[in-house]
């Protein structure tokens, strides 16, 4: 790998000022696949209380992706949605392009487009296996690459962020936990957290920060048949040591801080959102 850029290495630690929540990301630009619902909606809101301007990208649903764009406008920043499929290079690389036409630059990107195209493994499908892995993986090194050579053209401007620029992948206790059924999705997310850890390892020294969201169960369309009955919201209790279900904007706040200089030492981690998801809960009572 050639010799990366010395010109960072003498630069002082930051000394952060005190900054109102609205203006944490005053001036950043941001893109957030998969926006236009669930997870991704709140992420765009949350970044845009935050003071960034948004896009949102959307594959299919142009109505909601619009409609978003208004609510965004209405928080006195810019937005505009593209749409885009994330598996798709030339797609991408036209996404891309607009975005940096219009807004200027990007100094977050947020790989959030992810689904689940569930089945018993005997019965998982080729296409069910290429579409889940074209969408949360290859979706997620398509726009990290995009992401990367413009934060590497541009580099550091220090009056918007310490950082040339924030990679956030939208990973899921998944990356951990394997889950039967559930193969391809488990695959696709246990991808993201090397492809997100190699990634940040390569790019550091240019100051690229690269990170992941985990997120636990999040009350969204994606997973509505663990939590729209009482019966099912019980089941799922048994997973969850804080026992209650996420909610979109809690994902949303982790990535205003992990987008924020104030996170600007935190570099190559997944960060799980999940009430405990992961901490075994099986063996709060057992073992
Ligand atoms: C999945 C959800 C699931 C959650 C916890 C997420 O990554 O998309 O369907 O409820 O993990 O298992």
Redesign the pocket.
Known sequence: MEEASAEYAHLPRPVLPRVAPQELLLGQKALVTGASSGIGRAIAISLAHAGADVVVNYVADEDRAQELVEQIRALGVRALAIRADVGDETQVGEMFRRMIEELGTIDILVNNAGL?QDAPFHELTLAQWNKVLAVNLTGQFLCARAAVREFRRRGVRPNISCSAGKVICVS???EVIPWAGHVN?AAS?GGVMLMMKSLAQEVAPYRIRVNSIC???IRTP??MQ?WETPKAYNELMKLIPYKRIGEPEEIGRAAVWLASDYADYVHGISLFVDGG?TLYPGFQTGG
């Open positions: 689940q899921s206790v998944h999705y997310k997120p636990g169960a994606i997973n663990v998801m």
